[in-house]
């Protein structure tokens, strides 16, 4: 097995970030108050257009995505009205409490970790009570379930004044998203999960009528204030300092994304995925999502052998030279995660599975 002069990361995010992507950020610095920076900005804000199948802007903020769940409940859910939030994982609930601990009223559809929302649960939902915004993760990360994005956003559409707000931090990039044809009002992503850069900057696609009904809210914040950022984004520029370093990669790593084609690296991810679930299967292991929504970016695997997770970790790192997840939350060991996601190749998957191979064979 190969090794390199370095641990590399099969995680969740932050994923592995190629050598010239990390090169990329030792550019000499700029100050973000000059022409350079706004050629910067104005070149990356069309290739992140492009890549959200957006004719709306993209904000990039120097924060992870939590920050970007904030700024969608301030500035798009009225105090007198209640936001629906879709939970069944980790990151789903924790957006919903991000919600309530910015004093709005929420309810939720909940359904057990490692399921799926439908589009019927939703139209459900909606026809009991009225709601500002609908609350959805694209790809919950902690359960490798995909939800139904687009048809949840015809069932959306049917209610004029509830927006759609959704989450795709580990879906973006690497499964299909297309923000204006769904009817997407704010669509945010991280830097570390597809994306395949370094953690520290996030994005996030918004529509013109998300805007309106900011100006219709006096308590928005301010760091995550959306007015506030387009001020900035029609100067291409940002309200506070931006991490100008991050930005110069992901303007780099577009370029290969976009070279790659879209579509194609969705395919790339769901072929990757194929790989995962024949190899868990054959070895015994489960599936912990629910079939006909495993997801393309993330496999969580049923730990049914119950193998040492830690050891696994351990024996990765040091005879194959990977750093492993253990799962997450309230199914950590009880599940582990494959992540084929960035800039991960089928070859490299393979290589992690054969170390996995390797350390049952080791263990008997």
């Not at 297309?178 to 520290?200: C, H, M, N, Y």
Request: net charge neutral; aromatic share 10%.
């Amino acid at each position: 097995m190969s090794r390199t002069d370095h641990t590399r990361l099969f995680l969740p995010g932050p994923v592995e970030v190629r050598r010239e992507i990390l090169e990329a950020q030792t550019q000499w610095m700029i100050g973000h108050r000059t022409s350079e920076f706004a050629d910067l900005f104005a070149r990356l804000q069309d290739k992140l257009k492009r890549s959200f199948f957006t004719e709306s802007r993209v904000y990039i903020s120097g924060s992870s995505g939590s920050g970007l769940w904030e700024g969608a409940i301030r500035c798009g859910v009225r105090d007198d009205r209640k936001v629906l939030h879709l939970t069944g994982g980790a990151f789903s609930e924790r957006w919903a409490q991000i919600s309530r601990a910015n004093g709005k009223q929420v309810d939720c559809i909940q359904v057990d970790w490692g399921k799926a929302h439908s589009a019927e649960m939703v139209a459900e939902g909606l026809d009991k009570a009225s709601y500002d915004a609908v609350c959805a993760v694209h790809n919950e990360t902690s359960t490798g379930v995909t939800n139904p994005i687009g048809p949840i956003g015809e069932v959306v559409k049917r209610h004029a004044d509830t927006f759609y707000f959704v989450d795709t931090v580990s879906g973006y990039l690497g499964t299909e998203l297309r923000v204006d044809e769904w009817g997407i009002d704010i669509a945010l992503t991280s830097s570390q999960k597809a994306f395949a850069l370094p953690p520290g900057v996030a994005f996030a696609a918004v529509s013109d009528r998300l805007l309106e009904r900011a100006q219709t809210i006096p308590h928005r914040g301010y760091y995550f204030d959306f007015l506030t950022l387009e001020k900035s984004l029609l100067k291409n520029n940002t309200p506070s300092t931006p991490p100008i370093a991050l930005m110069y990669a992901a303007d780099r790593q577009m370029d290969s994304i976009l070279a790659e084609g879209i579509e194609a690296r969705w395919a790339r991810h769901r072929a990757m995925r194929d790989v995962a679930h024949r190899w868990a299967l054959d070895r015994g292991f489960g599936l912990y999502a629910q079939e006909g929504y495993r997801s393309d970016t993330v496999t969580t695997v049923e730990n049914k052998p119950g193998i040492d997770v830690n050891a696994l970790d351990r024996f990765m790192r040091a005879e194959v030279g990977f750093a492993m997840d253990k799962g997450y939350g309230k199914i950590k060991g009880a599940t582990f995660r494959l992540p084929h996601m960035g800039d991960v190749t089928i070859d490299m998957l393979r290589e992690v599975l054969a170390g996995i191979d390797a350390f049952m064979a080791s263990s008997k």
